[in-house]
């Protein structure tokens, strides 16, 4: 057993910046500009101009297991996403910054989930599906529900937003002919082998039949979320009697507003649909959406943390609480994601959202996006508040849910409360609790 405990320890990472050429390769890094060009200053933006009190949040977890079928290594991961509606005026009563059991929740919100156990290597179907096969197979079974009883499916959603696509990609089917159109139900060989219409965004590509999955389920669980939301959306739209409380429900996303990997070609349309939803509903109702997310990791909160800095307080000190920063594409590439000058801009195709660095009421430094849907929002220079639509709602929501936030941020709340929501498939009510007011 050779490699055990050959994994990077102290000792070696030490090793490793005294070696020759590791001097060498730092000689040959050039260092981030010390004297930065832009300096980011906070943005004015305006108070609310009504109190939102309806919040649908959208989250999804992933737990992957050893599977006990007789091959080695065999695994299997459970993917929910949890959408859970929770009404802010409820949560006003309680004293700030106090914790709140998770069962408080069970009494205000309802939640209700996307289920599917997604195969990993060595996992055979009762059909005899093979590993690979069944991962495409469980993609497309996973799209089947609705959440609400009467509304259109998830794969309605899907088939409306990329259906219409008609793209050539490599036949998903080992042995199979070199490639297949996304039009088509059958491969091109003469054994006629089923296709999924979700089998164009080639998840199944990455698909390891040696090696762990974790990628691929994760790619996955992004794309039930996002369509989720979409599907979600389009429910107010469809709705006479919600489209009245679509301009005045915050939809939360967990994570980028973006799609990255196997499935990132969906960005263009996910962007067109948001653009399209975002625009009936301010003709039906003369407001937009309020559509958000929060990151409260990675490059930009880093950076966020190293601006925060004042020479006489230390850090943390420089920006008062409730500072936004809008920060424009070329300060983007000089201080946080490097792109050479003639590269495409950052962003530009896997975004449907724009970065907000936001420091909140209590303090608490984060990334909230905020949705591609205006014209100004789609030039990643112009940071006019029209490219940050409804951002005065969005921060407001942030600041009030932040108040009785577990530590890390108001997702745990949607995870401690998945394992009692209820199936998609089974048959959704969840939006019906919205017109209880
Ligand atoms: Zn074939």
Redesign the pocket.
């Known amino acids: 057993m050779p490699y055990i405990g050959q994994i990077a320890t102290g000792e070696s990472l030490i090793s490793l910046s005294q070696s020759k050429l590791f001097k060498e390769f730092v000689g040959e890094i050039r260092p981030a500009p010390a004297k930065k060009h832009r300096v980011l200053n906070p943005a004015t933006v305006p108070a609310p101009t009504e109190t939102i009190n309806t919040v649908v949040a959208i989250d999804g977890s992933i737990v992957t297991e050893i599977v006990r079928n007789g091959f080695p290594g065999a695994e299997a991961s459970l993917v929910q996403i949890a959408m859970v509606l929770i009404k802010l005026d409820k949560l006003r009563q309680k004293k700030p910054k106090e914790i709140l059991p998770p069962s408080i929740f069970n009494k205000m919100d309802s939640a209700s989930t996307v289920q599917a156990v997604l195969p990993g290597r060595n996992i055979v179907s009762a059909t005899g599906l093979g590993p690979r096969e069944f991962f495409r197979y469980t993609i497309y079974e996973a799209l089947q529900g609705s959440i609400q009883d009467g509304h259109e499916t998830l794969l309605d959603t899907y088939r409306d937003l990329f259906g219409g696509r008609d793209v050539e990609f490599r036949?998903p089917?080992d042995g199979?002919?070199d490639s297949v159109r996304s039009s088509s139900d059958v491969?091109?060989?003469e054994?006629k082998?089923r296709l999924y219409p979700t089998d164009q965004l080639r998840f199944h590509e990455r698909f390891n039949e040696t090696g762990p999955n974790g990628e691929a389920h994760g790619e996955v669980m992004r794309f039930l979320e996002i369509i989720l939301l979409i599907n979600t959306l389009r429910f107010f739209l469809k709705n006479r009697d919600a489209i009245p409380l679509l301009p005045r429900t915050a939809f939360v996303f967990d994570g980028p507003l973006a799609a990255f990997g196997q499935f990132a070609s969906i960005a263009p349309r996910v962007r067109e649909e948001l653009s399209r939803i975002d625009k009936e509903c301010r003709e039906e109702t003369g407001r937009g959406i309020i559509l958000f997310s929060l990151i409260k990791t990675g490059q930009f909160v880093e950076h966020f943390d190293q601006i925060d800095f004042c020479p006489t307080k230390g850090p943390d000190q420089k920006f008062p609480n409730r500072t936004a920063l809008l920060p424009p594409i070329d300060y983007i590439h000089e201080s946080i994601v490097f792109r050479p000058q003639d590269a495409k801009e950052w962003s530009k195709d896997t975004y449907f959202g724009r970065v907000v660095l936001y420091k909140n009421a209590s303090g608490q430094k984060m990334v909230v996006n905020t949705p591609r849907t205006t014209p100004e929002s789609e030039d990643l220079s112009n940071v006019s508040l029209a490219a940050f639509p409804r951002i005065g709602e969005i921060l407001g929501v942030v600041d009030r849910l932040s108040t009785y936030l577990f530590e890390g941020g108001f997702v745990p709340i949607v995870r401690a409360h998945s394992h009692a929501a209820i199936p998609l498939r089974t048959g959704g009510e969840l939006l019906k609790g919205l017109f209880d007011e």
Do not use: E, G, L, V
Request: hydrophobic share 20%.
């Open positions: 036949c089917i199979c002919k491969c091109a060989c054994k082998n």
